[in-house]
């Protein structure tokens, strides 16, 4: 029973995307929309990118200084593993799955409450792609703006280990930040960004697909957003897994 319903609801999805991804009728109105879901969905996320990776950046730089004890690691380990740590999973695994709960729930407790309310039956009526108007706009934006929100994370980032330098005796700012040039792989920041389109697309669809669906009332839309950040976060560790065994063999 289990796996026949989900595989009617991942067939409903699939049919979903197929209206979603279809050419706007309106390209001007299009561009507009996009716009305006890129200062919603993206902008609107800096100050919690910021704020969180300030803060992970300097706690991974303590934790690393302080189980760090042999004399046999070499002096630039901390900065070293605190890179290795932002860059292959702190700036887009763990990122988009905070993203999830507040890209997620926003997209979905907004489709769904234009659902309860008919609005999105009333562009029905008047012959608009309604899956197409609503959710493209906000799959292209939120896509288009994560690399932005990655290299902003691991900015911020690198920046509190710095931060945790100057302010405390734990490590001297030069070992830090030669630990952060030692060995640097490149291959690793293009492996985050990759990562992180793939959440975005992931975050953005499922969330408005769990939005569009919604039957009822508010409470069904409040269940709709906590069923969309579950399914989110499950699919982007799920791919989290995949991703890295096809980009890192």
């Known amino acids: 029973m289990l796996i026949t319903k989900s595989l009617a609801t991942f067939g409903r999805y699939c049919m979903y995307l197929g209206r979603v991804f279809s050419l706007p009728d309106r390209w001007s109105?299009?561009?507009?929309?996009?716009?305006?879901?890129?200062?919603?969905?993206?902008?609107?996320?800096?100050?919690?990118?910021?704020?969180?990776?300030?803060?992970?950046?300097?706690?991974?730089?303590?934790?690393?200084?302080?189980?760090?004890?042999?004399?046999?690691?070499?002096?630039?380990?901390?900065?070293?593993?605190?890179?290795?740590?932002?860059?292959?999973?702190?700036?887009?695994?763990?990122?988009c799955l905070i993203l999830a709960g507040k890209v997620g729930s926003n997209i979905a407790s907004e489709i769904g409450t234009m659902r309860v309310t008919e609005q999105i039956d009333a562009l029905e009526i008047m012959g608009v792609n309604s899956a197409n108007y609503l959710t493209l706009p906000k799959i292209v934006a939120f896509v288009l703006f994560m690399p932005v929100l990655?290299?902003?994370?691991?900015?911020?980032?690198?920046?509190g280990g710095w931060l945790v330098a100057t302010v405390t005796d734990l490590i001297p700012v030069s070992r830090y930040f030669y630990g952060l040039q030692t060995m640097f792989i490149e291959w690793y920041v293009w492996y985050s960004l990759i990562k992180s389109l793939v959440f975005a697309f992931i975050i953005?669809?499922?969330s408005s697909y769990f939005g569009y669906y919604v039957?009822?009332?508010?409470?069904?839309?409040?269940?709709?957003?906590?069923?969309?950040?579950?399914?989110?976060?499950?699919?982007?560790?799920?791919?989290?897994?995949?991703?890295?065994?096809?980009?890192?063999q």
Not at 29 to 53: A, H, M, N, W, Y
Not at 73 to 81: E, T
């Open 204 to 206: 953005a669809t499922v």
């Open 150 to 159: 990655v290299v902003l994370c691991m900015c911020m980032a690198f920046i």
């Open 29 to 95: 109105v299009f561009g507009k929309r996009t716009l305006q879901e890129v200062s919603k969905l993206g902008i609107d996320s800096i100050p919690l990118v910021i704020i969180i990776s300030l803060f992970i950046g300097a706690v991974c730089t303590i934790q690393m200084q302080l189980n760090v004890t042999s004399p046999l690691m070499p002096a630039y380990s901390v900065g070293l593993a605190t890179r290795d740590i932002v860059l292959l999973e702190f700036s887009n695994s763990i990122l």
């Open 215 to 248: 039957k009822g009332g508010a409470l069904q839309v409040g269940r709709a957003s906590t069923n969309a950040v579950v399914c989110s976060s499950i699919f982007i560790l799920l791919f989290d897994v995949i991703l890295t065994k096809l980009l890192l």
